[in-house]
């Protein structure tokens, strides 16, 4: 079988940690220990399983191999550690796949379902290996009760495939055969997509970095959902990993997302449950959904490290020439960081380093000293956390060759990896262009379009919510009569009342316009909540008028023909919509139902609040 070319462009070992923080001398007894297991056939298994949120049931199990327990081979970072050092990485793979599918086999007659897949994680140059696809192989595979069409590969991303033509062919072997594929941990590795273009696989893990906060980020949610629409175009299954949070289950749920896998929905198990427990059914059932991410009035949790990209560092003390390899092993590697005991110390530029080594015997003098002799030693470095505006006021004042390295990210000081400032600027530009289009530049809530957006959302959903209008009554007399900025105030001091009586998970608050607000409310005692959002207006409202207005319970002004006129002291009215599900057929609908129950409010002077509950009867409260 005709290997695959692949080129390892990362010399180091691919566990985490510092570049040459452990010598081989030192790593020769845990070598002798992998040895011994792989001898002993010491190896175990767990298995984590792959939620079908449609299906409502586990679609398969991840087999994850472990060392023996209570020691220090235990973990499998300690074990492709070791394999890396003694050369036995072909060993280990065989008999992690061998225990693997021995185990999958066991566990399949005794209690899972005989339809669940069984996911194996595999190198791109052991597809190479000849075994997985041997008689023997599938003979053995065959007694145990399973068929390739029960087996999805893993690839996972740490080595980077050179010759796309042969890597298609091998792929295809394994089709015919029955085999699926998984892009394991995409982001991590292949953030250019090229694999999945290249690949095609019948199913894509979504790296779980980008699901981590997911419910509160805008821009790992934008990210999400881009590849949500990829997977539809190319007919491939999105796995969502790491979800930990309810927060994290639910936006992945309503993204469309068909899969997810993590500690919330199961942890790794020697004896996994075939279903799926109560609680997750249950989070699966939940009539309400979630209040997507909005980049209004979210800017300033939007951070850079979603921009994080792994490169491996070179020490400082590693010689020039091997620099040079990297660089000429990977022509899209512009700079490499230089990382000396997991703290970032500089930068190596590209086309530096070539620039020196094309004068005359500047190579034979400086190819063998430490490469630290050509780094940058005050590259831009930032932490992870660092909002995006902030980084982009950092790049108004750097100089042109560090624009061109890129930035240094950090967590808590420590080296993380890089960031291109192309995509930074490319970042900011989107934010700035969404934020014009779907938020008010005064509240930087959602405006019309997200407004829009959400009703459509939760009419799909085909769940109970409440619509309203929220008015200032009496605002333009206000703003007159004390200018704009005191009337900008009272806006943004509404727009923070009604955000705070909200509940974040799913409520939603938009700002449509002037002093007109919706709320789509799912939350079980909106009524309350509103009620408390007319209280929370009248306290505020009396802080923001002068004392003499105050007194004498109004606003003294002129009309449009200069007649002197008296307007009553600002108060809030909202009307509300009870929809119940199939009552309704679009967002224009009930935007027009909205507009008339404010009317209503509004009629009934003071701080008011009208329920329309769309049957015989009306509620009008008032306070």
Not at 474 to 490: I, L, S, T
Not at 513 to 538: H, I, P, T, Y
């Amino acid at each position: 079988m005709t290997p695959i070319p692949v080129l390892d462009s990362v010399p180091a070992p691919v566990w985490a940690g510092p570049v040459g923080s452990v010598s081989r001398s030192g790593l020769l007894p845990q070598v002798a220990a992998l040895r011994r297991i792989l001898r002993d056939n010491a190896l175990s298994v767990v298995f984590q399983p792959v939620l079908d949120m449609h299906g409502r049931k586990y679609l398969g199990y991840e087999a994850l191999i472990r060392g023996p327990k209570d020691t220090a081979m235990h973990s499998p970072a300690a074990l492709f550690e070791a394999a890396q050092q003694g050369n036995l990485r072909r060993e280990l793979e065989h008999a992690c796949r061998a225990a693997a599918i021995r185990e999958f086999a066991r566990l399949r007659t005794q209690q899972l379902a005989p339809d669940c897949k069984l996911f194996i994680n595999l190198s791109a140059s052991m597809l190479g290996d000849p075994v997985l696809m041997h008689d023997d192989m599938l003979q053995a595979m065959a007694s145990q009760g399973l068929r390739p069409d029960q087996i999805v590969i893993e690839i996972t991303e740490n080595q980077k495939v050179t010759d796309f033509s042969v890597f298609r062919e091998v792929l295809a072997r394994y089709r015919r055969l029955g085999y699926s594929f998984a892009i394991d941990d995409l982001g991590e590795g292949f953030s250019n997509l090229r694999m999945w273009s290249e690949i095609r696989p019948e199913f894509v893990k979504i790296d779980r970095h980008f699901i981590s906060g997911i419910g509160n980020d805008v821009l790992k949610f934008r990210l999400a959902r881009a590849m949500v629409e990829i997977a539809e175009a190319c007919h491939a299954t999105l796995i969502a990993e790491g979800i930990e949070e309810e927060a994290e289950f639910a936006t992945i749920r309503d993204l469309g997302i068909r899969c997810g896998q993590g500690y919330l929905i199961c942890r790794p198990q020697t004896q996994p449950e075939p279903e799926p427990s109560p609680a997750i059914l249950r989070l699966l059932d939940a009539g309400r959904i979630t209040v997507f991410p909005q980049s209004a009035g979210n800017s300033q949790c939007v951070t850079v490290a979603p921009l994080l990209k792994k490169v491996v560092p070179v020490a400082p003390e590693l010689d020039n020439d091997a620099v040079f390899a990297r660089f000429e092993a990977d022509a899209e590697l512009h700079a490499l960081p230089v990382v000396s005991a997991g703290l970032p110390v500089g930068m190596i530029n590209r086309h530096t380093l070539i620039e020196r080594f094309a004068r005359l015997y500047q190579r034979e003098l400086y190819g063998k000293r430490p490469c630290a002799l050509f780094m940058d030693k005050h590259p831009l470095i930032v932490d992870c956390d660092t909002n995006v505006n902030e980084v982009g006021g950092l790049l108004g004042s750097a100089k042109r060759h560090q624009l061109y390295d890129g930035l240094i990210l950090t967590e808590q000081g420590r080296y993380a990896g890089v960031a291109d400032t192309q995509d930074l600027m490319v970042l900011i530009t989107e934010m700035q262009m969404r934020s014009a289009r779907y938020a008010n530049p005064l509240t930087q809530l959602p405006g019309n379009v997200p407004v829009n957006e959400h009703i459509d959302r939760l009419l799909e959903n085909s769940g109970q919510f409440v619509a309203c209008y929220v008015d200032i009554c009496h605002f333009k007399p206000y703003n007159d009569a004390y200018g704009y900025r005191r009337g900008d105030e009272v806006i943004q001091m509404l727009g923070s009342e009604l955000t705070a009586i909200c509940d974040e998970r799913v409520d939603f608050v938009g700002h449509i316009g002037g002093d007109d607000f919706v709320l789509l409310m799912q939350s079980v005692d909106w009524k309350e909540r509103c009620e408390q959002a007319l209280l929370r207006f009248e306290t505020h409202i009396r802080q923001m008028i002068d004392a003499g207005d105050l007194a004498q319970g109004g606003l003294s002004g002129e009309d449009r023909r200069g007649t002197p006129t008296f307007h009553p002291l600002p108060t809030l009215s909202i009307g509300c919509v009870m929809v119940e599900p199939c009552q309704y057929s679009s967002h224009n609908e009930i935007s027009a139902c909205m507009a008339e129950a404010k009317k209503q409010a509004k009629k009934q002077g003071g701080n008011s609040l009208f329920i329309e509950r769309r049957r015989p009867g009306t509620t009008v409260i008032r306070t």
